[in-house]
């Protein structure tokens, strides 16, 4: 019997090894994300940055970018983009989504506050009741008297004094509630 070599080929007992072949345009697109997503993390107050799970050289480069103007600015993005690719962006992505629900967030809580404050204006006394229940702490006869206030300023097309002061007590009484 004659045994005949084999050329780039496996026994049918090896493993096959997956090879998993990536464009050039790809791996492209996937450099210019992670340069953009630290693009946004330059963006970021200092404050919020330290929250972010950073190693010290990105966090480094991201403060100098903070500082830097214009071309130099430019250049030390591509930077922070090649130093992103040491980094897992999925932790970092993580991290910025949270921020900006929170601020989405905030933003739909103001706009129920803007909500209950119309329906007070109209409403009145019902919503005014509801308005205690939620915050006990809040002062029915103010509400009434601000109520009342406001649909007088906006039958006579005066500023909206009382309509803000309504909005700002129902913040307040809202942000308090948190703590």
Known sequence: MKIMARKNQKAPWEEEEEIIWVSKTEMKNDMEDLQKLGEELVGLKPSVLAKFPLSDDLREAINDAQRFKNEAKRRQLQFIGKLMRNEDPEPIQLALDKIRN???????????????????????????????????????????????????E??????????????????????????
């Open 102 to 152: 929170k601020h989405s967030q905030a933003t739909a809580a103001l706009h129920k506050l803007e909500t209950l404050r119309d329906r007070m204006i109209e409403e009145g006394d019902a919503v005014i009741e509801e308005v205690m229940v939620k915050y006990p702490d809040a002062d029915r006869q103010r509400f009434r008297q601000l109520a009342r206030q406001a649909k007088k």
């Open 154 to 179: 906006k039958a006579s097309n005066k500023p909206p004094k009382a309509f803000r002061e309504i909005f700002q007590i129902l913040k307040d009484l809202y942000l308090n509630e948190d703590l």
